[in-house]
């Protein structure tokens, strides 16, 4: 099986990238952050 095939090692990709781009601080990674925050599934940024 090929790693793009894996759907559990594409969504933890995804996840990495998107936290990466939290660390970075883009612009339009806020407004995600805020409604996660809002919902307690993060607890820091």
């Given at each position: ?20 781009e ?24």
């Amino acid at each position: 099986m090929k790693d793009e095939q894996n759907i559990f090692l594409r969504l933890s990709d995804a996840m990495a990238g998107f936290l990466r781009e939290v660390y970075e601080r883009k612009e339009y990674t806020k407004q995600f952050i805020k409604r996660f925050e809002k919902a307690s599934i993060v607890t820091e940024t």
